[in-house]
């Protein structure tokens, strides 16, 4: 079964969204490259037009403002559970993305689409019987 994760670019104002059906699986491996690497991935592929379309199957996703140094990310994997590998991985992204704002989207997708400005009245919160996590950053 693939593991999608969905995207929100936004540069010079203009915001693009990309999936991708296994980047989920990944998320953490795409990220630590930092904005450069993971723009180069994401626009290698094609945009896509309604994200909405795609949402009650994504596991995984990032927000990248460019424009105001912000990375805001989340995943479902339990990797960030154990507080070794968070810490490391903190670190890395704190190298991977200077001068960047990360955080990690306690809310999943409902959360990445109000950052970009994108609520969809489809969209259903598919956190909201889940315990919210503690924040990470």
């Known amino acids: 079964m693939s593991e999608p994760a969905l995207f929100v670019l936004i540069r010079d104002g203009q915001k693009r969204f990309f999936a991708d059906p296994w980047a989920n699986a990944y998320l953490f491996r795409e990220l630590v490259w930092g904005p450069s690497e993971l723009e180069k991935w994401l626009v290698?592929?094609?945009?896509?037009?309604?994200?909405?379309?795609?949402?009650?199957?994504?596991?995984?996703?990032?927000?990248?403002?460019?424009?105001?140094?912000?990375?805001?990310?989340?995943?479902?994997?339990?990797?960030?559970?154990?507080?070794?590998?968070?810490?490391?991985?903190?670190?890395?992204?704190?190298?991977?993305?200077?001068g960047f704002k990360i955080d990690y989207a306690n809310r999943g997708m409902t959360e990445l689409l109000e950052a970009a400005g994108e609520v969809s009245s489809t969209h259903q919160n598919f956190d909201d019987d889940e315990e919210d996590d503690e924040d990470r950053y």
């Open 44 to 98: 290698s592929d094609d945009e896509i037009d309604d994200p909405n379309e795609l949402l009650e199957f994504i596991e995984g996703g990032a927000l990248v403002d460019l424009d105001n140094k912000r990375l805001l990310w989340f995943d479902d994997s339990n990797f960030m559970e154990i507080q070794k590998i968070a810490s490391a991985f903190d670190r890395l992204m704190a190298v991977a993305w200077p």
